[in-house]
């Protein structure tokens, strides 16, 4: 366990990601869905009304991959858009009520993955860790 001190944090959260990324997409395969589609409903779930730009900017992917991504969501009814802009070109994206649904499914077939992952700490272990990537992410 001191090994784990003397790792740079990004390395440490990179192998974690690398074992939860193939499992969470693997649960959310049934439900059609990919993994940067399942983020852009998180971040719209908690903050609705956001643009492409604002969650490319949020998300640290190409405007153009998050305008795809809620494209695809568009699509399948799980995100809508204004018809035409207010302003400009922005046109804020909120989820549907099918698209609460899908979400809600979603977060259980993502806790599915991260419960194989976190199964090697106690579940006092796992709350701690969760509070501390909290912390650690909010700006």
Known sequence: MSQSHDEPLGFLLYRVMASLRPQVA??????????PEYVCMRILANHPGLTSAELARGTNVSAQAANQV?????????????????VGRAMPAR??????ALLKRADTAVAVAEQRILARLAAEQ???LKELLYAAGTP
């Open 95 to 100: 989820l549907t009520r099918r698209g609460k």
């Open 126 to 128: 796992q709350s701690q």
């Open 70 to 86: 809620l494209h695809a969501l568009e699509d399948r009814g799980a995100c809508s858009r204004v018809a035409s802009a207010p």
């Open 26 to 35: 693997a649960e959310l395969k049934p439900l059609g869905l990919s993994l």
